[in-house]
């Protein structure tokens, strides 16, 4: 389905039900969304991440809408590898992203999109493009969406001219959308990715300690992970009016991977409109994941065999997460043809990571603000 943060949030009770399904969003709707905000992530391990994005979604004509978007992130942090370890020896970073996409109604109940992206940073460079098809019945009772996505990622390390490897990444979803009653929807999607290529990071290490001598002696070794990956996920989520001014939204996804990772996330929020120019929101995450089969904390070996798979990443160790947050979006009013919005968010994460010496658990605080025009 279309994101649904490019649709209005609020839902008026003498038109609940067609409220709850424009949520859905499809092409060829007339509108014009421009939106601009940063948002600023810290947590314990001493990274901080500036996130400016800007956003516009024009409608050329009722039939075919225009987007585009730009992002940043601008990274500090107190190692070179963010995710698994820390060094004295800090950093400073910044990845730009960009994204251009053309959606066209081409009959009353097929529309049809395409998309592509960019993202570079020092180190890695992401050309992404897609397609997708939106598939409505004669009621609007119900809606397919099938979506089809390629990229290609070069890796290498700060200031070489030459990437240390490509990756190269296929995949495919779909989604089924169904309108419940006068006040729900549910949904239904599923996916698949195919990575191949360089998928270990260039700057990991691993140590890699002798039994004959007691862990006496050892031996630091690059990262080696599989050069595929078969990446699927299923999610279910229901949208829910239940009462003139109080709003649900829940989901409940299963993913895994031929690596062995097992991971389930299941999110709630609830919003509240105690008048026109206010929507207040809360919610929260649940997220648990069993590792992949070759990940250990600690790798022993006969010296000089090393294990032929090894890692130090700790998102691919078991772990469990919780967050929760709060969000304001506040009606400024009208100028120009245009409603604007400001809309402020506020989250707390803990992650706890199994088997993980170094490291083994991660804070992080997310605050921003954002001002929305649509008309």
Partial sequence: MAATEACPRRLRASSVALGVWLALCPIGRADHRVSAGTFVYTDADHLTVVHPEANAAISVTPDTKLTASYEADVISAATIDVRTSA????????????????????????????????????????????????????????????????????????????????????????????????????????????????????????????????????????????????????????????AERWFARGSVRIHGDDWGILGQTAELRFSYEPDKAWLLSVYGRAYAQLGASFYHGRYDAQLPLIPELRTRDRTLASSRALSGGAQVQWQLGAFDGFDFQLEARGELTTQHYSDTPLLPQRTALVLGASLVAQR
């Fill in 87 to 242: 060094s004295p020896r800090g950093f400073h970073e910044t990845r730009h992203g960009a994204s251009v996409s053309i959606g066209q109604q081409m009959t009353r109940n097929l529309g049809a999109s395409a998309r592509y992206a960019l993202s570079s940073s020092p180190d890695y460079l992401t050309h992404n493009a897609g397609v997708a098809l939106q598939l409505e019945d004669d009621a609007k009772q119900a809606q397919l969406e099938l979506q089809l996505n390629a990229a290609r990622d070069s890796v290498g390390h700060v200031g070489d001219a030459l990437p240390v490897g490509h990756v190269t990444v296929l995949g495919a979803s779909l989604t089924a959308a169904w309108l419940l009653s006068r006040s729900a929807v549910f949904e239904l999607a599923v996916g698949s990715e195919h990575h191949q290529g360089y998928l270990q990071s260039p700057y990991r290490f691993v140590t890699i300690y002798d039994l004959a001598s007691a862990g006496m002696q050892r031996l630091s070794v690059s990262e080696s992970v599989p050069e595929q990956r078969v990446r699927t996920a299923l999610q279910a989520r229901l949208r829910w009016a239940l």
